[in-house]
């Protein structure tokens, strides 16, 4: 399977963006989905997970209430739609499949298949 994802951009804070992700495989429907982030300097973190129905979402404290990930099964798509931004998101999202899981993990290891990143620049 193949990972595209786009919708990244600049956006002052308080602002909001959709990230996408489009896969290649028919059998996307099969496992759960994964949005991560890198800020320069920092390690890659975990944002958003969802199951492979979209029946079960995780996200952790820091972004819980303002991002949601939802998937588009019939259109081989995951997305992310982020709310009032933050400086502090600014990074590089990935998304990810954990194709051995139907629930979502938090864990980077569980993901076996990942994007290319799109940039998401918040500005002050």
């Known amino acids: 399977v193949q990972l595209q994802a786009s919708g990244g951009g600049l956006v002052q804070a308080g602002g909001s963006l959709t990230l996408s992700c489009a896969a290649s495989a028919r059998t996307f429907s099969n496992y759960a989905m994964g949005w991560f982030r890198q800020a320069p300097g920092k390690e890659r973190e975990f944002v958003a997970g969802?199951?492979?129905?979209?029946?079960?979402?995780l996200y952790p404290d820091s972004v819980k209430g303002r991002f949601s990930i939802s998937r588009d099964n019939a259109k081989n798509t995951v997305y992310l739609q982020m709310n009032s931004l933050k400086p502090e998101d600014t990074a590089v999202y990935y998304c990810a499949a954990a194709r051995a899981r139907m629930s979502p993990s938090t864990y980077e290891y569980e993901y076996d298949t990942w994007g290319q990143g799109t940039q998401v620049t918040v500005s002050s």
């Open positions: 969802i199951s492979w129905s979209g029946g079960m979402t």
